[in-house]
């Protein structure tokens, strides 16, 4: 077993992680930290930064096998950064957005785009929700139309689509064959469509939280996509979307996990510094024992995040599981950045303070990649 954090073991890691947190840590502060403030100003990574992060090796590791651990340690350092937009982006391009290629896009498709997504020059988004299909995917409207051996004619718009100004190209779903009835995402397909193609326009969405993750409205007027842009089989996406949506949510799950050990950091340090009548904060059995709660909790969670990983790299991860885990790791990070707020008082709540961030950043976590209520459906339905 591994100590990590220097207290805690963790299920399934080695000494080994801990030498690959550490260098994976030192990696994020040279090429996330010193720019992150910008990122979130201009509310996008810039082409240097995802450079950057391609360099160090931080957007090619493993999607599964032993070697997802690896990617396990990269997705909590990434959330420990304490910026939630710069995980959500790299997070959509470097896992959620691209296991769709690596699971079931074509070796010609695979050679084509996945080197170039881990040198950081072509950014990878995802494009699945709409105005009326978010959680419930159902009433999705994109039409592609088959043209044959030429491909597909696509029109609509996707809503919420992270790295959407930036992106080199979008997996979008896309309803490519007519049904009746409640036949939910019967007759859906992935496609690949670049985001220079004719027809192709984006509109950012400025969101409360996630500032630099450039979530933006993308519509598509008629574009052609070639018939070899198809992900998988057409008109089975459900099938596919059932696994990548477990792992999308195990992904977010890593990422929550490390943005409430930021978040604790944080307030562990304020309640022991700040004083109010020249006492410390910490001093109050009451704020001692609201931390230790959350710390108690924290343990619980990132223990559980990590066995759900190892479950993956063993590609025994189940939906259940992964529900699980993104449920309680985002919800545990809102309860954690509203106590961090409540403990700073006015100054975190600052519009430029790191706990106001946090606090902002929360909610987006408990919405994105199928929100709480959905989760909770989904968990129960298991039994």
Known sequence: ??????????????????????????????????????????????????????????????????????????????????YAGVRAAVGVHAYMAT?????????????????????????????????????????LSTRAE?????????????????????????????????TTGSRGLSGASL??????????????????????????RVDFDGVLVPANRLIGRRDFALMHLMTGLDFERLVAGLLAVGGVGYCLELLHRFVREHQVKDVPLAAHQAVRHKVAELTGDFEL????????????????????????LKLKATELAVTAAQTCVQYHGARGYLDDAAASRLYRDAMAGTIAAGASELLRDMIFESH
């Not at 207290?7 to 930290?33: C, F, M, S, W």
């Not at 599964?64 to 304490?82: I, K, M, P």
């Not at 080197?115 to 299909?133: D, F, K, N, Q, Y």
Request: a negative charge; hydrophobic letters at 40%.
């Open 1 to 82: 077993m591994s100590t990590t954090t220097g207290r805690t073991p963790l299920p399934h890691l080695t000494g080994e992680h801990d030498e690959i947190r550490t260098r994976i840590r030192n990696q994020l502060a040279d090429a996330v930290l010193p720019y992150a403030d910008s990122w979130e100003r201009q509310r996008a990574i810039d082409a240097d930064g995802w450079r950057a992060l391609g360099a160090h090796g931080l957007l090619e590791l493993a999607h599964g096998g032993d070697d997802f651990l690896d990617s396990a340690v990269l997705l909590e350092e990434l959330g420990r950064t304490g």
């Open 191 to 216: 496609l690949v469509i670049d985001a220079d193609a004719p027809g192709v326009t984006h509109t950012p969405q400025p969101m409360t939280g996630w500032h630099s993750a450039d979530v933006c």
């Open 301 to 324: 969670v990132r223990n559980y995040a990590y066995h759900a990983a190892w479950l993956h790299s063993r590609g025994l991860l189940d939906t259940r599981t992964a529900s699980v």
């Open 146 to 178: 088959v043209l044959g051996a030429d491909g597909y004619r696509v029109s609509g718009q996707k809503y919420y689509v992270a790295n959407g100004s930036r992106a080199g190209f979008y997996v979008t779903l896309v309803k490519t064959r007519e």
């Open 99 to 139: 296991s769709y290629l690596r699971m079931f896009g074509t070796e010609e498709q695979r050679a084509t785009l996945l080197p170039a997504v881990a040198r950081g020059e072509r950014i990878a988004a995802l494009a699945i929700s709409e105005a009326g299909a978010g959680t419930d995917l159902r009433h």
